[in-house]
């Protein structure tokens, strides 16, 4: 069976996690060196956290940042290369996307030491660290903005106000009203709350104090920033939708920001909220920011697994990666994904299909760039909005009230005991496994990280498959989104001759033929 992970290692990192009566030998320093280097995550992929439903260190129902720190190690055997913390500041909401002081820890949290000790101890094992900056909006208890409601404070002007002729029934970019009221009758713009009004970025003291908090914490190590609604700087309107000079002063103001926190670490990592529903649409943000979030690419994905059939996929993975790659200079610029804090869980949009669940990972983990997981989608954890129970505790054990897990939000009856670490490690056909096993194929081969992407004509409308190509690799990538043994001809002339590696045993590589079993992934040289 050619397959990254091994019940040897899955066992071992049970005891790893779980702990072990008998401590081992200590390691000598050029020991301990040369381990530390080869587990190193060289993936690529990311992995999204929200802190609250993680790992609570001290009982209050609540994940904190010392909870993070705790569960390294289990990133670090997963194989992930970087974490997204999503927000971590001072908030009145559970969530954080409203904040009241841009260079502070939210107390529930812990303390600018836990995170500074997070930040040290991640860096030890190789895995970056990037902080969601939710800088559209503050929150209304924001201190600038309670003195902005004095109309002859300084901060007035931080913030955009109704004038006479202004319509007030205006529609909002994000859907609802635009303009929100004030007790005394004024109103301000808040195009997603009332709670959340929007900064004026046409006041320059508004950029500057921006960019100060990007270089805040760039100075204290982050390797980068996850920006929240970053279409909606200058989008306020729906009637806005489409014009191009909203989305020049937009990326304008991001250029602004990325000189800035690169003035501090020249290799800030920035990926962008854009919410668009064409990569056509979200190419000319490669000019500007690192990568943004491919939204319509997820969707085709677990699309393409809930049927079983490729569809146009490789095609549009070819149009669109060539496209970001002539924005960003480089090939393999993508951020793909699944799923986040605001979308079904991929399971619960797969109506709980564990193949097609695996089969969608697949996808995602053999595209360049740096794919994005969220939590708990590599246990297949469920979760339909309302958008908390999109967000509930992380499955650690089998039992639901075992220490570190968190309570804040009950549990989702669905994720029962064998949809939890301590279940999916014990078993080396579990989802955990898979998922493990595919990241770590992105540190072996270079190409499914790097390469640019090709689309292979597989002739078998259930056969999805593309060529990866950079300076060390050249490979071929199929799956076989199907519940039933597929057949692929390569041709004569495939420089494609063995197989490299498969997340199934039975693959067959024979007169220019590719025989791949039920829902199963290979990777050819």
Not at 179 to 195: E, K, M, N, T, V
Not at 431 to 446: C, F, G, K, P, T
């Amino acid at each position: 069976m050619i397959r990254s992970v091994t019940l040897a290692s899955l066992l071992a990192s049970a005891l790893l996690l779980g702990g072990c009566t008998t401590a081992p030998a200590p390691l000598s320093p050029v020991t301990q060196a040369h381990a530390q280097a080869a587990s190193t995550p060289r993936s690529g992929v990311y992995y999204e956290i929200f802190v609250r439903s993680w790992y609570d260190t001290n009982g209050d129902g609540v994940g904190d940042l010392n909870g993070v720190t705790a569960k390294l190690d289990y990133l670090q055997s997963l194989g992930v290369s970087g974490i997204w913390l999503m927000p971590i500041n001072p908030s009145p909401s559970y969530h954080g996307y409203d904040i009241t002081d841009y260079e502070a820890i939210n107390p529930q949290y812990g303390t600018m030491a836990d995170f500074e000790h997070l930040l040290a101890e991640a860096h030890k094992r190789g895995i970056k660290v990037i902080i969601d900056l939710v800088i559209n909006h503050t929150s209304n208890e924001h201190p600038w903005f309670l003195a902005a409601q004095d109309p002859h404070d300084p901060h007035h002007d931080w913030y955009s106000w109704a004038t006479p002729t202004t319509d007030l029934s205006a529609h909002s970019a994000a859907g609802d009203k635009a303009w929100q009221a004030l007790p005394d009758g004024r109103h301000y713009l808040g195009i997603f709350s009332p709670g959340m009004p929007d900064l004026n970025y046409d006041n320059p003291a508004v950029r500057q104090a921006m960019v100060d908090v990007g270089q805040f914490w760039s100075r204290k190590g982050v390797d980068g920033f996850r920006l929240d609604a970053a279409r909606h700087i200058y989008l306020n309107f729906q009637s806005q939708e489409g014009d191009p000079d909203v989305l020049r002063e937009n990326l304008t103001w991001w250029r602004q920001f990325m000189r800035g926190v690169r003035a501090v670490n020249p290799g800030t990592y920035v990926v962008g909220e854009v919410t668009e529903s064409s990569w056509q649409q979200l190419a000319p943000w490669y000019g500007a920011l690192s990568a943004v979030f491919d939204f319509p690419l997820a969707t085709r994905m677990i699309d393409a697994a809930r049927s079983g059939t490729a569809g146009d996929l490789a095609e549009r993975l070819q149009q669109r990666y060539a496209g970001f790659a002539a924005q960003a200079g480089h090939a393999g610029a993508d951020a793909p994904f699944l799923s986040n804090h605001d979308q079904n869980r991929v399971m619960s949009q797969l109506d709980g299909d564990a193949a097609h669940m695996r089969m969608a990972a697949a996808m995602l983990l053999t595209l360049p760039g740096h794919p994005f997981i969220y939590y708990g989608e590599e246990l297949g954890m469920r979760g339909v909005k309302p958008d908390p129970d999109l967000r509930e505790p992380m499955r650690w054990e089998r039992g639901p009230r075992a220490a570190g897990e968190t309570t804040w939000e009950p549990g989702n009856a669905a994720n029962g005991p064998d949809v939890s670490v301590q279940a999916e490690l014990a078993d080396p056909g579990s989802l955990l496994a898979d998922y493990r096993m595919l990241i770590h194929w992105r540190e072996q081969v270079s190409a499914l990280r790097d390469g640019a992407l090709t689309a292979f004509a597989s002739g078998n409308t259930h056969v999805v498959g593309w060529q990866l190509r950079d300076a060390h690799s050249r490979v071929l990538v199929l799956h076989n989104l199907s519940g039933q043994p597929q057949s692929v001809a390569l041709g004569a002339a495939s420089p494609f001759h063995a197989i490299r590696l498969a997340s199934r045993d039975g693959v067959q590589l024979h007169d220019h033929r590719v025989d791949l079993p039920p829902d199963t992934s290979v990777v050819l040289e």
